[in-house]
């Protein structure tokens, strides 16, 4: 693939409650959320549309193997995220793109694709035990945390967020060595100490459903060089025991996946019959839908199983021949993201190739 974007780091759900949010993905042994409150002058620099907007915000990070889950709960003045909260509800929001900082906007820019959103983070860290302060102001202006969002929504189906850390810091060092404001669980003081309960090992996939699927992948290739893409149609016989919340239904879609860094992205246009996907565009319009997680040591119905302890039962489910079995469980209500579980391995999962049909 012909792209300048090296992989899918992090997905975000926006949430009016980042503590209620944190504690439901808890229930399904995500977290524990390292979180933050952000306001000036730990925030800065923060424009909306072009325009400089002060807005604060919490905010909280965990770990699903290679995937970082964000939540986010607007606080103060506005922004993207009360936009979508207010639009969507507790919802997927975003997902970032690792690639280089000044070119990805260039590259956008090009693109007829502004920046929607934009801001600077100064946060304190924490070193063996000792809280460093914030960087000086001029440091901070030239090499502190940067962020920017993308007004991709209409073109990608999705808003899309670039980010540049200080030189020689990871993303993923920056949020360890963050000190934090708080934590959920509040007995937590470590990000990479499993909970008791996970049961989930790696978010690898991030579904999004579109009226067109073509259009959407030739938007994808335009704007970010995703043109390797496999591309076929769900139906019979192919597609086969199909239920949408306990009844048989039969239904026809069209999918394109290509893959991003170790990430799958799945692109679904509901063709024709009662599916999870034609409810979700009638109700919410284009948008990321749903996530790919595996069980790793958890077999396909001991996981189900697992889901529904959690109140999370099946809502549409059904076989693809040559493939997998799979199921997607009611999580949005709880936790702001649909999520799909497959019959396969995610090593497996990650590289199937589906043939065309």
């Known amino acids: 693939m012909n792209s300048f974007i090296r992989g899918i780091p992090q997905v975000c759900v926006m949430s009016a409650d980042i503590e209620a949010t944190a504690r439901a993905f808890n229930q399904l042994g995500i977290g524990p959320f390292k ?14 549309r072009g325009k400089d907007q002060p807005y604060t915000m919490k905010l909280g990070f965990a770990w699903v193997g290679d995937m970082e889950v964000e939540i986010i709960q607007p606080v103060e003045g506005d922004s993207i ?37 934009s ?17 000086p102001d001029f440091i901070a202006q030239r090499w502190g945390p940067r962020f920017s ?30 000190k934090a404001d708080f934590w959920v669980p509040a007995s937590a003081s470590d990000m990479n100490a499993p909970l008791p309960n996970r049961f989930i090992s790696d978010i690898y996939k991030i579904g999004i459903v579109t009226r067109d699927v073509e259009a959407l ?27 949408l919340r306990g009844q048989v239904v039969t239904y026809r879609a069209r999918v394109a996946v290509t893959t991003v860094g170790s990430t799958r992205l ?18 919410n319009g284009e948008g990321m839908h749903y996530l ?37 469980v009611e999580s949005k209500p709880l936790v702001g993201a649909t999520m799909e579980l497959v019959s396969v391995p995610v090593r497996d999962a990650r590289s199937m190739q589906i043939p065309a049909q």
């Not at 990805?104 to 693109?111: D, K």
């Open 266 to 283: 799945e692109l679904v246009q509901p063709l024709e019959g009662a599916s999870l996907y034609q409810e979700w565009l009638d109700a």
């Open 119 to 135: 801001g600077s983070v100064n946060a304190p860290l924490l070193v063996g035990g000792m809280t460093l302060p914030p960087l």
């Open 217 to 243: 992948q030739r938007n994808y290739a335009q704007a970010l060089g995703f043109d390797q893409w496999q591309t076929y149609t769900l139906e019979a016989p192919r597609l086969s025991d199909t239920k």
């Open 292 to 328: 790919g997680v595996g069980t790793e040591g958890l077999a396909f119905e001991g996981a189900i199983a697992r889901f529904a302890e959690a109140g999370c039962p099946v809502i549409m489910d059904g076989s693809i021949a040559e493939a997998y079995r799979f199921a997607y």
């Open 35 to 48: 979180c933050w409150h952000y306001r000036p002058p730990m925030i800065f620099n923060t424009r909306v």
């Open 81 to 117: 995220y009360r936009e979508f909260l207010t639009k969507a509800g507790n919802s997927l929001h975003h997902m970032l793109f690792d690639a280089d900082y000044g070119g990805a906007l260039e590259r956008m820019a090009q693109q007829n694709l502004p920046i929607l959103q």
């Open 149 to 178: 969002f993308i007004d991709s929504e209409k073109t990608l189906g999705t808003v899309i967020e670039f980010s540049a850390m200080p030189p020689g810091l990871s993303s993923r060092m920056a949020v360890n060595l963050g």
